[in-house]
């Protein structure tokens, strides 16, 4: 099976923290990807990654950078926290073919940024 | 602007009962589709999809129906059990992402 794991389950940080996501996955995925879901907004796609030292943005990305320098880890950094990136994060990888396979998504992080 | 759209927030059905999730597009570029199921304090895991190619494709007691005329599809789930309770996000790809609803909230009443 296919395990995809977050460092946090729940996180609490201040207003201009440097914060740093770890999503890994062990099953060997060229892809890797960054959401958050929102109410009423669903799930949106913030960073992917297509393979190592790769990365490609999304429909949010303003405020967000990532960084994937080994194939099985991808992490989501947040420059300068703000109230508006509380949320619930989702990391999710998939194999090559971005468009037709699967994803499959780790448990999610709830950042809460005070 | 948001390209799927889940019109119901939430929907209630007797356990036996047929569940029908409901889901539109706006994008006619869109031609491969999945039903994510999401449990709390879980990530969402894949269910079942359909390529614009079909109209229609089960698995067990669940069934998608395509209508890219409407840009519409449906998850029919035959019958309800408590279990299948979670919320429920279809997603469209264009072949370059996927775009995610906003999720239905099914409760199945034992």
């Known amino acids: 099976d296919v395990k995809v794991t977050q460092s946090s389950r729940y996180l609490v940080k201040r207003t201009g923290e440097k914060v740093f996501l770890e999503c890994v996955q062990d099953m060997d995925h060229e892809n890797m990807f960054w959401y958050r879901q929102d109410p009423g907004l669903g799930l949106r796609l913030i960073y992917f990654s297509y393979d190592v030292k790769m990365k490609e943005k999304g429909d949010i990305p303003e405020g967000y950078s990532v960084s994937r320098e080994k194939k099985e880890r991808f992490s989501l950094i947040l420059e300068s926290a703000s109230t508006n990136q509380t949320s619930m994060y989702l990391c999710?990888?998939?194999?090559?073919?971005?468009?037709?396979?699967?994803?499959?998504f780790g448990p999610g992080t709830r950042l809460t940024v005070l | 602007d948001q390209q799927v759209k889940q019109n119901s927030p939430s929907l209630s059905v007797q356990e036996g009962r047929i569940s029908i999730l409901n889901c539109d597009y706006t994008n006619s570029m869109f031609d491969y589709f999945l039903w994510y199921k999401k449990y709390p304090a879980e990530g969402p895991t894949f269910l079942i999809s359909i390529s614009s190619i079909k109209d229609k494709n089960e698995d067990g007691r669940f069934t998608v129906f395509l209508n890219k005329s409407a840009k519409h599809l449906s998850l029919h789930i035959v019958p309800s059990q408590p279990g299948d309770s979670a919320v429920y996000f279809c997603a469209a790809s264009d072949g370059n992402q996927f775009y995610f609803g906003t999720g239905t909230s099914l409760t199945v009443i034992p």
């Open positions: 999710a990888s998939s194999l090559t073919g971005v468009s037709y396979n699967e994803q499959f």
